[in-house]
């Protein structure tokens, strides 16, 4: 008799021939397995290290859009929670334990006071009770820089804060959302990011807030900082931030209490202008002026008398450009000191409001205390 036919030596045979399958069959059902593992990161021999912890803020935009037959690039947006987009991403798992919460649902053409106050009071909350390492932000992009700039005036953490959008929506072959959402989620994780608060990940590239504008209306390409450059660059694989953390703000803007920013128009200069807007303006009891102004925030006579008419009523009137690059400065061709104006330096028109808008709310609205808070950058 064949050794190998005793009964002990063939249930043992089974027994080693199970243990080989369900061995052999182990990595085709090792993705539980592999998402336990990417909680705990393993840190040294021995010891384990639990995953930063990021919670994401959906607001909405093309991000989480679905395609639609209308055209060939057609698509509606605010489709998708933010739930669903980081289930579309495989792999996320690894940067850190996520948890999604929804704010709005809108395209960001409609982002308003509402949602602001709403997202500053949840991130300040998170980082004051401890409940997260980063918050990532989905976002249209149309007014991102403007939701940015925002934050990065009001949330009293330096933990970072990361926005994040796309210019394709989900379900079309070149869809960006994924992998901007991937490495959004990578920056807000990462050790190098504390310190560093709000910014925006969009293509690979980081950017502040202060810098950042949208520059093609749709180029994946679209995110650059005119006047300073990418403040990193990123893949799912590496960060490199190429500018150093900055020296914290002392403190942040408070919000009013009737949740609502004081009425701030934007005036866009062009050739043949005459005062009627910046007269609408002040009927319309705006509290302040953003001038879209030509070049380095000029415009024509008539204009220049009204925008004097309102500095001396008490309208705070800020020189941006609508140019798109490069500093308004004092005193030029315009001379800011006698007519009460100030000048935006590097912020375009929409982020001069918006910083314009705050400044009212607290109480401050001198020229040149207002000039004081456009330059405390530098
Ligand atoms: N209109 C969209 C939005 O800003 C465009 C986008 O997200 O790219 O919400």
Do not use: C
Not at 134 to 161: C, Q, R, W, Y
Not at 250 to 267: C, F, H, M
Request: glycine share 8%.
């Amino acid at each position: 008799m064949n050794k190998f036919a005793h009964p002990v030596s063939a249930h043992f045979r089974t027994t080693i021939a199970a243990a080989l399958a369900i061995f052999l069959a182990l990595p085709l059902y090792s993705a539980p397995a592999a998402a336990a593992d990417a909680e705990q990161q393993t840190n040294a021999p021995g010891q384990t290290k639990q995953l930063p912890r990021v919670i994401v803020l959906a607001t909405g935009g093309t991000i989480s859009g679905t395609a639609d037959a209308r055209s060939a690039i057609g698509y509606n947006s605010g489709e998708r929670t933010g739930q669903q987009l980081i289930k579309d991403v495989p792999g996320i798992e690894k940067f850190a334990t996520i948890s999604a919460e929804q704010i709005s649902n809108i395209g960001s053409q409609d982002m308003n006071d509402k949602v602001w106050f709403q997202l500053a009071k949840r991130i300040n909350e998170v980082f004051d009770r401890g409940e997260a390492d980063g918050v990532v932000i989905t976002h249209g992009t149309d007014t991102m820089e403007e939701t940015a700039f925002f934050l990065k005036n009001v949330i009293h953490s330096t933990k970072p804060v990361v926005l994040v959008g796309s210019m394709r929506p989900g379900g079309v072959t070149s869809a960006d959302g994924p992998n901007n959402l991937l490495e959004a989620v990578e920056v807000a994780a990462s050790p190098q990011s504390q310190g560093r608060g709000v910014m925006v990940v969009m293509n690979d590239t980081i950017h502040d807030p202060r810098w950042i504008t949208k520059t093609n209306t749709t180029s994946l390409q679209t995110f650059l900082s005119p006047n300073a450059g990418p403040i990193g660059y990123v893949d799912p694989a590496s960060i490199r931030f190429v500018a150093p953390v900055l020296a914290a703000r002392k403190s942040s803007y408070t919000l009013p209490a009737d949740g609502q920013l004081p009425r701030v128009e934007i005036v866009f200069a062009h050739s043949n202008m005459d005062a009627t807007q910046i007269d609408h303006a002040i009927a319309d009891k705006a509290k302040g002026i953003v001038i879209a102004g030509v070049g380095d925030g000029d415009v024509s006579n008539a204009a220049m008398l009204a925008m004097q008419r309102a500095a001396k009523m008490g309208v705070v009137v800020v020189r941006s450009s609508r140019v798109g690059s490069g500093f308004v400065n004092r005193n030029v061709e315009v001379d800011d000191d006698k007519s009460g104006f100030v000048a935006s330096l590097d912020l375009n028109p929409e982020k001069a409001r918006l910083l314009t808008q705050l400044l009212i709310a607290n109480g401050i609205t001198s020229p040149a205390q207002v000039q004081a808070a456009f330059s405390a950058t530098y």
